[in-house]
């Protein structure tokens, strides 16, 4: 009842309050109007303020917004959570895990099937690009919004109107009609009900021209009183046509915002093209660091197995008082120091893993463990450097942006010319104009004939600001817009010069680095063999041999991290020329979404876009079943080889043409 009550005051009427009043103290102990009353307060007080400060989540528009309204998260709708277990750590290494060898091929594939949300490698964690597969379809979107000018349109208007207005009017008495004394006064007016029906429909032309074709008629009935048709009817039927002669009057700038749309389409498919690159690349990096994480761990567990070894050896010389307590001393801090090296080995390798999980779209728990099968490639990758060059400038997604930005500019361009000039209109208007109706003679039905009563228009408009000031100025400022694009397009080219120059330097680089470690592993072999030796013939002391151990290792380690390095350099080099999907025989299928459009409701909507799965990439890395690590020369100081190394790939070919293209 207050609710009603506060209506009532807003409109203010005593008269409302007091009939409330009597209706709520005459029903039924007023359950049934208490709570109609209740609901409609409930509805309507928000919309004109609530001093009561009630806790309701709807608009208050009569009330000035001063507070923040945060509601609790616990009330916000919450997301799925993926059912997986803890990950695995240095402390709870995984037990009983099946080993998975994964090919880098297949790596790439599964990335590839979890790539609705494009991920990218940020040092061992993989993180979201901003780029996602609706990227593009959203931005084609705007191509039929643009056509959507030049559809036809119609309209129908229809409307009942009834115009009774009343008026005050002196009564006269019949009997006396030549008294102008009035006897009365009385309130009346006539009633005039008519009913308007307009159907038009127009269509822009690509030439600017608007055609337009209408149709209208107002039956219009009067009473009371006597009028020469009644009811009667008014119609027409009109046909127009409006070209624009300077401004507007051409068929490219009226185009233009349709080229732009898709031009814009383009952009967001490079864009995506290139998150898809960054991935791909990542997902090499982040295997080939897995391949030298354990590589690193393997060096370490024997340089830990080699100081046990040699820890037990000198305890034993020690208590048969062959050497001093020094000795004993330096080789238990050489153990704890390669033990601590090895636990860092092996959270490197478990934080390589998790990266390359991560950028897989793989869960973070070990349901098995990942071990990469595809060797590194050892051979020197011959460049080309103008082919490279050629390459970059026609590929890199990044050029062809700035390429299609300046490509926008002309239209705009365009644009910006057709404002600059003068609107001068041609018109032209025809016009059938028809009458009919009733006359007051009983049955009696009146027309004009067809095509009796004509209206035509024909002439030109034309209209144009003295100066032209605004529009000059914005051609000038799209001219220096297309000046300044054509600089970054240099620019660009520019830096992706510059970019394929360091590619090339760090692949020599590594590539001789590569070298001289191999040599250097060899020679620290060698070296350990010596030591070790020498020393048990008590002509070295045992720091040496702990020297040598840790030089043997490292250089183990540093090798493999060159080599890996190396082939991470490799797809750096194919990202930088844009060739790097198309080397790994990686093509674009684009698949449809039913939504609505030209079919309407009646459109089918597949799961987009999972409807169409990514089919198998080129083979490009062979598998071998076998840890990729074992490629090395991996074969403890002993003499013992722990596995023979595999034939090591040749270096990939650039090129744009993919030899078995997958999707």
């Given at each position: 009842i207050s609710g009603i009550t506060r209506i009532a005051g807003f409109i203010g009427s005593k008269q409302i309050k007091?009939?409330?009043?009597?209706?709520?103290?005459?029903?039924?102990?007023?359950?049934?109007?208490?709570?109609?009353?209740?609901?409609?307060?409930w509805l309507i007080t928000p919309f004109l303020g609530d001093p009561a400060g009630g806790q309701i989540w709807m608009p208050a528009p009569k009330r000035e917004e001063r507070a923040t309204c945060v509601r609790d998260p616990a009330c916000l709708p919450h997301a799925r959570l993926p059912a997986i277990g803890p990950p695995v750590t240095i402390a709870t290494p995984p037990e009983n895990v099946p080993k998975k060898y994964m090919a880098l091929d297949e790596a790439i594939r599964v990335a590839l099937d979890h790539s609705e949300v494009v991920r990218v490698l940020a040092g061992v964690q993989a993180v979201a690009s901003g780029s996602t597969i609706y990227d593009p379809p959203i931005a084609g979107t705007a191509i039929e919004e643009q056509k959507g000018r030049f559809d036809p349109s119609v309209g129908a208007d229809n409307l009942f109107n009834r115009d009774e207005k009343p008026n005050e009017s002196y009564i006269y008495d019949p009997a006396l009609p030549d008294d102008p004394t009035p006897i009365g006064v009385k309130i009346a007016g006539p009633r005039k009900d008519t009913y308007n029906l307009d159907l038009g429909l127009s269509k822009t032309t690509i030439t600017g021209g608007s055609a337009q074709f209408g149709v209208r008629t107002n039956p219009t009935r009067f009473q009371p009183g006597q009028y020469p048709l009644n009811p009667r009817t008014d119609s027409s039927l009109e046909l127009s046509f409006t070209q624009p002669l300077l401004q507007g009057g051409r068929i490219g700038p009226n185009l233009a915002p349709i080229v732009i749309a898709r031009i814009d389409t383009e952009r967001s498919y490079f864009r995506f093209k290139e998150s898809m690159q960054q991935m791909v690349r990542g997902v090499i990096d982040a295997y080939w660091s897995l391949v030298y994480a354990r590589v690193d761990r393997w060096a370490r567990q024997q340089q830990v197995e080699q100081a046990e070894r040699a820890y037990k050896e000198t305890e034993a010389k020690f208590r048969a008082e062959l050497v001093d307590i020094g000795d004993v001393a330096?080789?238990?801090?050489?153990?704890?120091?390669?033990?601590?090296?090895?636990?860092?080995?092996?959270?490197n390798v478990l934080a390589q893993e998790a990266a390359l999980r991560n950028i897989l779209g793989l869960p973070p728990s070990h349901q098995f463990?990942?071990?990469?099968?595809?060797?590194?490639?050892?051979?020197?990758?011959?460049?080309?450097?103008?082919?490279?060059?050629?390459?970059?400038e026609e590929r890199r997604p990044d050029l062809i942006e700035l390429k299609l930005i300046l490509e926008a500019d002309q239209q705009l361009l365009l644009q910006a010319n057709n404002r600059a000039l003068p609107q001068v209109d041609a018109v032209a208007i025809y016009r059938w104009n028809g009458l009919e109706g009733y006359a007051p003679i009983?049955?009696?039905?009146?027309?004009?004939?067809?095509?009796?009563?004509?209206?035509?228009?024909?002439?030109?408009?034309?209209?144009?600001?003295?100066?032209?000031?605004?529009?000059?100025?914005?051609?000038?400022?799209?001219?220096?817009?297309?000046a300044r694009d054509r600089a970054n397009l240099d620019q660009g080219l520019h830096s992706a010069v510059h970019i394929l120059a360091e590619n090339v330097r760090n692949l020599a680089y590594l590539y001789a680095q590569y070298n001289a470690l191999t040599n250097a592993r060899k020679a620290a072999r060698k070296?350990?063999?010596?030591?070790?030796?020498?020393?048990?013939?008590r002509r070295v002391i045992f720091l040496n041999?702990?020297?040598?151990?840790?030089?043997?290792?490292?250089?183990?380690?540093?090798?493999?991290?060159?080599?890996?390095?190396?082939n991470t350099e490799l797809a750096n080099l194919e990202r930088e020329t844009g060739t790097i999907l198309e080397t790994h025989g990686i093509t674009f299928v684009e698949e449809r979404y039913g939504?609505?459009?030209?079919?309407?409701?009646?459109?089918?909507?597949?799961?987009?876009?999972?409807?169409?799965?990514?089919?198998?990439?080129?083979?490009?890395?062979?598998?071998?079943e076998?840890?990729?690590?074992?490629?090395?020369?991996?074969?403890?100081?002993?003499?013992?080889?722990?596995?023979?190394?595999?034939?090591?790939?040749?270096?990939?070919?650039?090129?744009?043409v993919p030899s078995e293209p997958g999707s």
């Open positions: 007091r009939t409330i009043r009597r209706i709520h103290h005459m029903s039924r102990n007023g359950i049934l109007l208490r709570w109609m009353f209740l609901t409609a307060g330096q080789t238990q801090l050489a153990l704890a120091n390669f033990r601590a090296n090895l636990v860092l080995a092996e959270s463990e990942l071990v990469p099968d595809s060797p590194p490639s050892a051979e020197e990758l011959p460049i080309d450097w103008q082919r490279i060059v050629a390459l970059a009983p049955g009696s039905s009146i027309s004009s004939g067809f095509g009796a009563s004509t209206d035509w228009t024909l002439g030109v408009t034309f209209s144009v600001p003295l100066g032209l000031r605004e529009a000059r100025a914005g051609l000038r400022r799209q001219e220096l817009v297309i070296n350990l063999d010596i030591q070790v030796a020498e020393y048990r013939a041999v702990l020297q040598a151990i840790t030089a043997w290792g490292d250089a183990v380690s540093a090798e493999a991290r060159a080599l890996t390095l190396y939504s609505i459009g030209p079919l309407g409701r009646l459109a089918q909507r597949p799961c987009y876009p999972h409807s169409i799965r990514p089919c198998p990439n080129a083979k490009r890395y062979p598998r071998t076998k840890p990729a690590e074992e490629s090395f020369d991996l074969s403890t100081p002993a003499g013992r080889r722990i596995e023979p190394a595999p034939e090591r790939l040749p270096p990939p070919v650039l090129d744009t």
